[in-house]
């Protein structure tokens, strides 16, 4: 099968100012388009060819096919997940409920994700998924990992390579993550569980 470039849902200078429209074409045009272009041409004439997104993130061996599968599944959730104007800037519904169990509330959702994603050594993401049992849990991924890999359901991804992030804050870790809560479409990301 052809992997497919996912479709933004907004222009892109419109998560201004906490994405740029410089770094949303270098990282949706550039970084997503390579990553999309490797792996097609990388699952040519292997057992992958055949196999789905998810279905190559979760078996395939550490290696370039996983490495490039990883990435296209991570970047098509989290540009996915974006909305200029979110109807809703907390979680709602079963969403809302399920944090509220597990984390406490919404803001020790907030300081525990960001803390996870601000700590990653080196490049990476953090992910808030549900477990088989329906629990949420929040896990950080080196490189491009992604946490199907370990039977897990992506909800929410944030992404700590330098590339999502560098043009606008540079070194300024923290201060990207802290904005990115503003452009989260919660309905986006409760219609994944
Ligand atoms: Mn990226």
């Given amino acids: 099968m052809t992997h497919e470039m996912p479709k ?25 388009q390579t990553y999309v272009n490797n792996l097609n041409n990388m699952v040519k004439g292997t057992p992958y060819e055949t196999k789905g997104l998810e279905a190559i993130v979760a078996t395939a061996p550490d290696g370039a096919i996983y490495n490039n599968a990883g990435q ?52 990476g993401w953090a992910w808030l998924s549900v477990d088989k049992n329906g629990k949420l849990v929040i896990t950080k991924e080196a490189n491009g990992g992604n946490p199907v890999r370990a039977g897990l359901k992506p909800l929410l991804g944030f992404d700590v390579w330098e590339h999502a992030y560098y043009l606008d804050y540079q070194n300024r870790r923290a201060d990207h993550l802290a904005a990115l809560w503003n452009i989260i479409d919660w309905e986006v990301v409760g219609n994944r569980l």
């Avoid at 540009?79 to 104007?85: A, G, V």
């Avoid at 969403?95 to 597990?102: G, K, S, Y």
Wanted: cysteine-free; proline content about 6%.
């Fill in 8 to 32: 933004l849902p907004y222009a892109s200078n419109a998560l201004e100012p906490v994405i740029s429209q410089q770094t949303v074409e270098f990282h949706y045009g550039k970084h997503l």
């Fill in 72 to 123: 296209v599944l991570n970047h098509t959730l989290y540009f996915l997940q974006f909305n200029p104007k979110p109807a809703s800037t907390v979680p709602t519904g079963k969403l809302a409920e399920l944090i509220n169990r597990d984390f406490g509330s919404f803001e020790d959702f907030k300081k525990a994700f960001t803390a996870e994603a601000v700590a990653l050594f080196g490049s």
